[in-house]
């Protein structure tokens, strides 16, 4: 067969929002405290109590909504979600039904080479639910309820996205936003940024959408990628032999690397939802608007192409120092202090992003201080040390916290660049490699490389390899 297929994909982002309290009571929001202790009657559901929506979520909420082009709904209110679930004391989680917070946005993003503009459908406010452990063997689960009532930011794309790669770049580009909106930890890791994923296929050129599967559970972009192109090779599949999609509900398995079915999706009606009747609607006032929007911060595109403009760095280099908010501040920093700019951009976006890999961290946990970046820098520039050696000091540099200069003093890495030794060394390897001399003489060019390496060996590669270059060939040419 080939009938050719397209996938199409829609993605909902939970973000917690990095409030000091939960969203509708007093409770602190810290993460990796023991179970329960983070609780309180509104939390907690208890007959009687009262939420109370925290200012800081809603207005973090505005200005995500402002930064993803959303028009704000004048009218705020809330809607309860019923459900019965362990995890979930109130039996309902309140959230926003018909009328969430913000609408109609949308966010461009480059995918392999070619622009694309994803439609953002809602942004709406919720509350989290507790999170539920199963204890390997055990015949009971556990449920800590200080996730109860976090407040969730829910980002919904219309099905824009066209591949499993788009998606990644969607939530790269969506993450990079969040982050300099410092809204959030957006940290996947810790469950404060998560993606449901809505995948469906249809033959190339039809309208109409197939139908779709939800899958869940993904902890990584990566792991969203692959669990899409699984869930696109499967509703194939099916197709192929003329079977039928299910609509459902999907869990990633990441050691099968396989969606498995977890339940057949439910119908918003199936949720009975209604306005929460404890908080009031209530106006935003446009004036309040205006002013989130005047001082929201220079977004990860805008700040891309002023690095191109006024470090004539290249779009590629400008693009990964503007992927993470701390490492735009952190280039910036740097260049403030030293002139090549294009030598800091390869020193972080190599070795320190390598590092940063290396030790999953971010530039501000690898501890490298700018000014000692940059003494490093000039101790290569004033040829005090080579490159090469400069990289193993960087490494270093992140073990013992200490500045260049104090590493290359202790270990005696200074680079020799005094031509008197340098040439004493150089007579010295000549007289003992006379037959090396000789092939150079004869047209074997390559006898200097060999030549070069013996220089080095026998200083431990600290001369400095273009003084012993220009002195060598001058012996040779005698
Ligand atoms: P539901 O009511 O089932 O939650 P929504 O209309 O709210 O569905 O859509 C949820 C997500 O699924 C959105 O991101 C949307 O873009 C996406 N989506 C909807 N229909 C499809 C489809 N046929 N294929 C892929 N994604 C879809
Ligand atoms: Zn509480
Ligand atoms: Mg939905």
Known sequence: MNTTYETVIGLEVHLQLRTETKVFCGCSTKFGSRPNSQTCPVCLGFPGSLPVLNEKAFLYSIKAALALNCAIQSLVKFDRKNYYYPDLPKNFQISQYDMPLSYNGSLEITSGGDRKRVRIKRIHLEEDAGKLTHPAKASYSLVDFNRAGMPLLEIVTEPDISSPQEAYDYLTALKAILQYLRISDCDMEKGSLRCDANASIRKSGEKKLGVKVEVKNMNSFRWVREALQYEADR??????????????????????????????????????????????????????????????????????????????????????????????????????????????????????MAQMNIKNSGIIELGVLSKNLIGLLEMIDSQEISGKTAKDVL???????????????????????????IDQIIKNVLSKNGKSVNDYKNGKKNAMTFLVGQVMRQTQGKANPSIVNEILKKHLAE
């Open 235 to 352: 509703q194939v599949s099916l197709l192929e032999a003329k079977e039928n999609i299910i609509q459902e509900t999907r869990l990633w398995d990441a050691g099968k690397m396989a969606t498995i079915s977890m339940r057949s999706k439910e119908e918003a009606q199936d949720y009975r939802y209604f306005p929460e009747p404890d908080l009031v609607p209530f106006m935003v006032e446009k004036t309040i608007i205006e002013e989130i929007r005047k001082a929201l911060p220079e977004l990860p595109e805008a700040r891309t192409n002023r690095f191109v403009k006024d470090y004539s760095l290249s779009e590629y280099d400008a693009k990964i120092l503007t992927s993470q908010i701390d490492l735009a501040d952190y280039f910036e920093e740097c260049a403030k202090q030293y002139e090549n700019k294009k030598t800091i951009a390869n020193w972080i976006t190599c070795d320190i």
């Open 395 to 421: 490494i270093e540099m992140i073990e013992t916290k200490k500045n260049a200069y104090e590493i290359v003093e202790s270990k005696g890495l200074l680079q020799i660049s005094d031509r008197e030794r």
